[in-house]
């Protein structure tokens, strides 16, 4: 019997059996289709899947399912990002539960919650970060860049988020505030493991002319890196070389003060007796400060004199020396020349304290504020007259004659903070012992397994959680056979995540981090999907990864990722940002079991441009819901014929092409609209060929994957429609050769008939005069006059 009603609950559970029962998305390792590596950003098994996540997976599946139908070897693969802050934040806020326990019980309710979607994953190749074979290689790989001196431990001033007890990277300090909690952050002094990203600063910044990525986030990498192209010049205390960084060497003669940031070594040694007490109260109070507050400009600029003068080498003459905490200690040389006139900083910093304010570039007006223009250079000895501009080489030659400095390039990124004084995480691979000093766990004795520790919280102090487990912590060198201890720390959860997508191609490979012959056939990725907050973090990371993989001989491609597209956020139905507290959460699963899947996907594609997301609309979600009733009431019951009508051909043509196109440039709403227009078009006529509903189904396939399954069977089409090719469309058949021309008799409507678009007055004519039903009209009348509008009627006035 036939059934013509959609029944999503009903067919939907048992294709999912059937595709997982036969690996439909099984992806072979070789395959003499050109391969597609389609990627999405894995999730922390934090909890439920939200439609956040939903967002990202599902139109990025439209995407891989859009690529596959087109002949590609697709690898669209899912795993867990699963260790870090947020399972162990959850478990400690659960209590008595453990956060492995935590993170397994989530993968297994998320992986149910993907299987639903109907996402085309290879489930086969899903990789979990918590588990041993995988972290086993984040150690493999630590002590690969250990031995290349691109991982070293130094004692640091740490971000340090005081509710998370722990030091974050300078990418996870968000506006001064912890990344994860919003805590402001402050700063502690600790033996810290880095990344040596500098190392790679200019490559980084190069290489972003290779990538098809949004602009904006190109942009923020750029300034993220920071280059920065000036000169340090060397003043001097006594025999003290205080070097200064700074992009306005023609400035140099409007110095009237030297700023020393509080944390800085020199600041001990230039301070005198007389100031000692104040200048260290000065640094206490800087110390408690968050980076935010002080960086901001809207601070009032603080410092205090150290009691000591330097001497500025172009003028010869002395300039007081202040503490001062707008200076950074990791940027530049941590000492800058104060020129109050042309840097509005310094501007205010004089002001405050009562310093001179020596103009040196004229244009401005410095009783107002600091002039940070062009000029032409006055107070400026032998470059008078000069054009800044100009002045900037010109000075700086003359530095550089005099050997007085030197030009350099600086950047703004800093080395990458990696070790945390958390529990859930790698534990770092270094033994420290009393003899030999640092040495790396032998290879062959990876992984460093993660002691199952009941009381896993943060300490709080420089040892993590780790060091409370003696047998862990006990350990004997592998250099000298001594006695020595491990390493506390574990590494950050962003090293999980910098090369995850290395591993997929071969996810269980026991003998090396990824397979050397797979990676040269997948990688680099070709179409990264995810969310725009990973700008500076993740998708930094992971490029210093495989620049330091490929120097050392294991990679041969430079960049991970070759095109980049970020998913918009989606707001609650009141358009404010989804929170349980404000009770506008959409949870899927609901959803689902209300509509099933494919009206949760068609709608998520349709609600809005991709990139931009928008506010959830409970009544477009219905729209999308009687979209695919009609779609099966239609295909159930249409009428097929032998001969397509020509403008139902030209209409079919049209929409394979917008909606390929449009899947293809991530216009997924366009591409569902284009879809609704087109069914409705389909209802009108009487009938159509077979090949029509086999199109309408397959451009359908990538959006609603149960449905299409379910239809394609019931017409009688080959398992499966997902292993079917795209729709070609027929570049000619898109041009509107014909239309329906309209023929009234004395301005009535009488008969349509379908005729060629070049056609002429008189053609037109006879071909009305022979229609059977306007002879009914005309019949015995003689015909006074003819009015024809091209491309749209004729009328016969009798
Ligand atoms: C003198 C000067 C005169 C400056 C002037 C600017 C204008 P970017 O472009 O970001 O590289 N600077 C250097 N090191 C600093 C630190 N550790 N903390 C805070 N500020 C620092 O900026 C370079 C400028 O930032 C440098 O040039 C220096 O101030 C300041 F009319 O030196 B300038
Ligand atoms: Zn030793």
Redesign the pocket.
Known sequence: MKTTKYNPSKIEPIWRKVWLTDKLYKTPDYSDKPKYYCLVMFPYPSGDLHIGHWYNFQPADTYARYKRMNGFNILNPIGFDAFGLPAENAAIKKGNIHPREWTIDNIKRMTKQLETMGASYDWSRVIVTCDEEYYKWNQWIFIQLFKKGLAYKKLAQANWCPSCKTTLANEQVVNGRCERCDTPVTHKEINQWMFKITAYAQQLLDDLKQLDWPQKTVLMQKNWI?R?E?IKIEFKFKSIKMP?????PD?IYGVTFMAI?PEHPLVEKLTTKEHKQEVEKYVESARRETEIERLSTEKEKTGVFTGSYCTNPVTNKSVPIYVAD????T????I??G?PA??RR?YDFAKKYNLPIVEVISGGNLKKESY?GEGKLVNSGQFNGINSKEAITKVSEFIEQKGWGKREV?F?VRDWLVSRQRYWGTPIPIIDCPKCGLVPVPEIDLPVKLPFIKDFKPTGSEKGPLAKSKEFLNTTCPKCGGKAIRETDTMDTFVDSSWYFLRYPNPHLDSAPFDKKLIKSWLPVDMYIGGAEHTVLHLLYSRFFIKALRDMGYLNFDEPFKALRHQGIILGPDRQKMSKSRGNVINPDELVEKYGSDTVRVYLCFMGPYDQGGPWDPKGIGGAYRFLHRVFSYVSEVKISNKESHETETITNKTIKKVGEDIQNFKFNTAVSALMEFLNHLEKQKEVTRKTVETLLLLLAPFTPYLTEELWQKIGGKYSIHTQTFPKYDPKKIIESRFMMVIEVNGKVRDKVEVPVEITENVAKSIALESAKVKQHISGKSVKKVIFVPRKLINIVI
């Open positions: 920071g920065s000036g200064v960084f700074t992009t306005r400035t940031a707008y200076v950074l200690l940027y530049g040389t941590g800058v020349m020129v042309h840097d310094d940070e600086n703004k």
